[in-house]
């Protein structure tokens, strides 16, 4: 069993960068596959990017390629979102998921474990 926290987001303006925070709990933390997920007011909930068990590998949504970075410090049970070059039409709550299938994923249904989310607001 895992539990997720969120934290770090925030107001900002166009172009400029923020950093979200999932902390973990639990032992099986660093065996598990973590993402990150969105959800804009009228919208579906989209994947945004994921990670790896041990970081090796990231999977990045188009529209946040080249300006987000995910990354994990298993030492510390938290994964995080680097979120730069930052647009208003990424406003939206945040949502770290975790997955105990050791392959990445971009689909909703296939993460167990869930945070209550982030508000991350883009001003123009």
């Known amino acids: 069993q895992v539990q997720l926290v969120e934290s770090g987001g925030g107001l900002v303006q166009a172009g400029g960068s923020l950093r979200v925070s999932c902390a973990a709990s639990g032992r099986s933390f660093s065996s598990y596959v973590m993402g990150w997920f969105r959800q804009a007011p009228g919208k579906e909930r989209e994947f945004v990017a994921g990670?790896?068990?041990?970081?090796?590998?990231?999977k990045y949504a188009d529209s946040v390629k080249g300006r987000f970075t995910i990354s994990r410090d298993n030492a510390k049970n938290t994964v995080y979102l680097q979120m730069n070059s930052l647009k208003p039409e990424d406003t939206a709550v945040y949502y770290c998921a975790g997955r105990s299938v050791p392959f990445l994923a971009t689909m909703r249904n296939e993460y167990d474990y869930w945070g209550q989310g982030t508000q991350v607001t883009v001003s123009s």
């Open positions: 990670i790896s068990w041990n970081g090796s590998s990231t």
